[in-house]
């Protein structure tokens, strides 16, 4: 089989990103996915929301691919006609302990470099939405909703238009260096695919394709702790036009009020370990859910609640304690050209654009 330039394992919204960004026609670019298309784990069971950028460190993988992708997303949505819509987003703080960590959030993400954030009191807050009942509260004015399947879409279709190949129902098996090379394994290739370069984009399984090439996961603090995230739609429209999103907690960001691009609402993710991957919702954790929501949204009624999505995030932390992304280039592991990005949580759909340039300057890849 002729050498592949490279290889992306994954074609998730992070994966596809990186394909397109690679993709030329002078170069030969193999996406392989276990699935029998692209986004059917984390990039499509999720929230939608492209974030601002306030909640993790400065100097954190996780703020800067943010803040960059994120305006890298809202222009290419000029450019290519995905969905995306900058609705802004309010941080209630409900008790009057919380109102500091407002203005925690506020400095931290002036400090991220995050535009339009605004402190205001709870009696103000009918200028941004009514419906809403808050002490106080953070306005991220830079905060929106994307489709990620139109996202993934337009990803897709640069990647296919520059040349890149998708192979599909191919989970990777093995790998071997040989003669300077990656010799790559799939279900469903008779053939291993010589690579020069690959990049581990995996997703859920990212930590498992990793330890193929050798390394060892648990050593490195590579391995991966699922936590599930569950949804409820809510059966009637509510009179809130922003995003609403309580303090955040230490495994998320709380149970907060998103809009599709359709104008239906929907509560959630809650997060809580799993061992195993299921996309199963426990319909009597509405009752959380409301009692939640509640706080901020008076108008809520329990009956208002039905059981919608559900998600897995890969995270680095068995606690779901902060983690920063995984994207390493790893030739001083002996491994070079071989790129892993492990751990690749929220805000990754945010991030994907700016993700894939530092893959591509990881491995001195030209535009």
Same mark, same amino acid.
């Given at each position: 089989?002729?050498?592949?330039?490279?290889?992306?394992?994954?074609?998730g919204?992070?994966?596809?990103?990186?394909?397109?960004?690679?993709?030329?026609?002078?170069?030969?670019?193999?996406?392989?996915e276990r699935?029998?298309?692209?986004?059917?784990?984390?990039?499509s069971?999720?929230?939608?929301?492209?974030?601002?950028g306030?909640y993790?460190?400065?100097s954190s993988?996780?703020?800067?691919?943010?803040?960059?992708?994120?305006r890298?997303?809202?222009?290419?949505?000029?450019?290519r006609?995905?969905?995306?819509?900058k609705?802004?987003?309010?941080?209630?703080?409900?008790?009057?302990?919380?109102?500091?960590?407002?203005?925690?959030?506020?400095?931290?993400?002036?400090?991220?470099?995050? /535009?339009?954030?605004? @402190?205001?009191?709870?009696? &103000?807050?009918?200028?941004?939405? =009514?419906? *809403?009942? #808050?002490? +106080?509260? $953070?306005?991220?004015?830079e905060?929106g909703?994307?489709?990620?399947?139109?996202?993934?879409?337009?990803?897709l279709?640069?990647?296919?238009?520059?040349?890149?190949?998708?192979?599909?129902?191919?989970?990777?098996?093995?790998?071997?260096r040989?003669?300077?090379?990656?010799?790559l394994?799939?279900?469903?290739?008779?053939?291993?695919?010589?690579?020069?370069?690959?990049?581990?984009?995996?997703?859920?399984?990212a930590?498992?394709?990793?330890e193929?090439?050798?390394?060892?996961?648990?050593?490195?603090?590579?391995?991966?702790?699922?936590?599930k995230? /569950?949804?409820?739609? @809510?059966?009637?429209?509510? &009179?809130?036009k922003?995003?609403? =999103?309580? *303090?955040? #907690?230490? +495994?998320? $960001?709380?149970?907060?009020?998103?809009?599709?691009?359709?104008?239906?609402?929907?509560?959630?993710?809650?997060?809580?370990?799993?061992?195993?991957?299921?996309?199963?919702?426990?319909?009597?954790?509405?009752?959380s859910f409301?009692?939640?929501?509640?706080?901020?949204?008076?108008?809520?009624m329990?009956?208002?609640?039905?059981?919608?999505t559900?998600?897995?995030?890969?995270?680095?932390?068995?606690?779901?304690?902060?983690r920063?992304?995984?994207?390493?280039?790893e030739?001083?592991?002996?491994?070079?050209?071989?790129?892993?990005?492990?751990?690749? /949580?929220?805000?990754?759909l945010?991030?994907?654009?700016?993700?894939?340039?530092?893959?591509?300057?990881?491995?001195?890849?030209?535009?």
């Amino acid at each position: 089989m002729e050498e592949i330039d490279a290889v992306v394992i994954g074609a998730g919204a992070v994966g596809l990103a990186v394909a397109a960004r690679l993709a030329r026609p002078d170069k030969n670019v193999v996406v392989l996915e276990r699935h029998a298309r692209h986004g059917l784990e984390t990039s499509s069971r999720n929230s939608e929301v492209v974030h601002s950028g306030l909640y993790y460190p400065a100097s954190s993988l996780k703020t800067k691919l943010c803040v960059e992708g994120r305006r890298r997303l809202y222009e290419l949505a000029a450019q290519r006609g995905f969905f995306i819509k900058k609705t802004g987003k309010l941080i209630v703080a409900c008790e009057e302990d919380e109102r500091a960590k407002l203005e925690t959030l506020r400095k931290q993400g002036e400090a991220n470099g995050v /535009e339009g954030l605004e @402190l205001i009191e709870g009696r &103000d807050l009918g200028q941004f939405s =009514y419906g *809403v009942r #808050a002490l +106080a509260a $953070l306005w991220s004015r830079e905060t929106g909703i994307v489709d990620s399947e139109d996202l993934m879409r337009a990803y897709l279709d640069e990647a296919q238009d520059k040349g890149a190949i998708f192979v599909w129902g191919s989970e990777l098996t093995n790998v071997e260096r040989k003669n300077g090379l990656y010799m790559l394994w799939a279900k469903g290739q008779g053939e291993p695919i010589p690579a020069r370069r690959v990049i581990n984009a995996a997703g859920l399984a990212a930590d498992k394709v990793a330890e193929l090439a050798g390394l060892d996961c648990d050593a490195l603090g590579y391995r991966l702790h699922f936590f599930k995230g /569950e949804y409820f739609s @809510l059966k009637r429209a509510l &009179d809130v036009k922003p995003l609403v =999103y309580p *303090v955040p #907690a230490k +495994a998320g $960001l709380g149970i907060h009020l998103t809009v599709d691009r359709q104008g239906r609402h929907r509560l959630g993710p809650n997060a809580f370990p799993v061992e195993e991957i299921d996309y199963d919702i426990d319909a009597t954790h509405a009752d959380s859910f409301f009692t939640a929501a509640s706080r901020y949204l008076p108008g809520l009624m329990r009956e208002d609640l039905s059981p919608g999505t559900a998600g897995i995030r890969p995270k680095l932390s068995a606690d779901g304690s902060f983690r920063d992304f995984v994207i390493n280039e790893e030739t001083a592991r002996g491994l070079p050209g071989w790129v892993n990005l492990i751990g690749i /949580e929220s805000p990754g759909l945010t991030a994907s654009p700016a993700i894939a340039d530092l893959v591509a300057n990881l491995l001195s890849w030209p535009r």
